[in-house]
């Protein structure tokens, strides 16, 4: 099941400094990238090195450590184990503070779920991670009320399970998944940030992952067929990966910024406006001609009659 996808590259912790983004797609996107990004004003980019550190690996068939332990959105310290051995698990590694692509991700996991019959804590379980161990369990249950708000079923939420975690559990659970991502320090400030992709797992019973998702939308047609074969033990096939960049960091300011590209939207924005024009244009033309054509018509006809 090959599903062509997107990896977005985030860095949280939005702050004033947060201004625009670039993005670029396609098969050679990173070296596109790093080109761009390799000058600026003669000086050398160094976030480069940085980007070669983030990303996911597809690590497909292989076991998820179900013996780590997290703290579940109530408080309590469970093992990854409680959640499997019936049921398949949407998975996903994010955090809750993340100001962008972490809440894109989970609105398009939502998003696609309102539009299976497959239903949380009945025919799979929902598995959201938290990659900051200073955020807690209060914050994974605010993230999972506004979730389970979303999605409209409040009946299901005891097949959502948002977790927080140490430090040590987290990096053993992003290595078995293949999640990659970098922690870096916001300059002038004590703010962290993390630079990492954006992907959503499915995985059987056991534990094993099966399928990978990239991106923040997702077909509702392949989330309901990677669920079905995931329960049944199959495991999928990898999927293509389409990298979006939205990390840089300027040398001359030695800042870190998160630029957030709105070039399609506005080009599209654009057209709109275009099209409306042109329509509203060619509406009173045509109107304008009836009207005259109609005088015209009555003129003539009070000239006959008269």
Same mark, same amino acid.
């Given at each position: 099941m090959a599903v062509a996808a997107a990896i977005g590259l985030c860095l949280a912790m939005a702050a004033p400094w947060l201004r625009a983004q670039t993005s670029d797609y396609g098969p050679k996107g990173l070296s596109a990238m790093t080109s761009a990004m390799s000058e600026k004003g003669g &000086?050398?980019?160094?976030?480069?090195?940085i980007l070669s550190k983030v990303g996911i690996a597809q690590r497909l068939n292989a076991q998820l450590p179900l013996d780590l332990t997290f703290t579940d959105d109530t408080?309590?310290?469970?093992?990854?184990s409680t959640y499997f051995g019936k049921l398949p698990a949407l998975f996903t590694l994010v955090y809750y503070r993340c100001p962008m692509l972490c809440s894109e991700e989970l609105e398009g996991m939502t998003s696609a779920l309102k539009?299976?019959?497959?239903?949380?804590?009945?025919?799979f379980n929902i598995i959201v991670i938290s990659i900051d161990p200073?955020?807690?369990?209060?914050?994974?249950?605010?993230?999972k009320q506004e979730y389970l708000k979303?999605?409209?079923?409040?009946?299901?939420?005891?097949?959502?399970?948002?977790?927080?975690?140490?430090? &040590?559990? @987290?990096? &053993? @659970?992003?290595?078995?998944?293949?999640?990659?991502?970098?922690?870096?320090?916001?300059?002038?400030?004590?703010?962290?940030?993390?630079?990492?992709?954006?992907s959503?797992? @499915?995985?059987?019973?056991?534990?094993?992952?099966? &399928?990978?998702?990239?991106?923040?939308?997702?077909?509702?047609?392949?989330? /309901?067929?990677?669920?079905?074969?995931?329960?049944?033990?199959?495991?999928?096939?990898?999927?293509?990966?389409?990298?979006?960049?939205c990390y840089h960091?300027?040398?001359?300011?030695?800042?870190h910024d998160l630029i957030i590209s709105r070039i399609i939207q506005l080009g599209? /924005?654009?057209? /709109?406006?275009l099209l409306g024009g042109f329509m509203l244009v060619m509406f009173r033309r045509d109107f304008t001609l009836g009207h005259a054509q109609r005088a015209g018509a009555r003129e003539t006809a009070e000239k006959v009659n008269g």
């Open positions: &000086q050398v980019d160094t976030t480069p090195g408080g309590k310290t469970v093992p990854l539009m299976i019959n497959f239903r949380p804590g009945r025919d200073t955020e807690t369990p209060a914050m994974a249950a605010a993230k979303m999605y409209g079923h409040p009946e299901t939420a005891n097949g959502w399970h948002f977790m927080t975690g140490t430090q &040590q559990n @987290i990096d &053993q @659970i992003a290595a078995a998944a293949g999640f990659k991502y970098v922690k870096l320090k916001v300059p002038g400030t004590n703010l962290m940030q993390f630079a990492h992709a954006s959503l797992e @499915i995985v059987t019973p056991q534990g094993k992952l099966a &399928q990978y998702y990239m991106g923040v939308e997702y077909s509702p047609k392949d989330m /309901l067929l990677g669920l079905d074969e995931a329960s049944n033990n199959r495991i999928g096939s990898p999927v293509d990966n389409i990298l979006t960049y960091y300027d040398p001359t300011t030695n800042t599209g /924005l654009l057209t /709109l406006l």
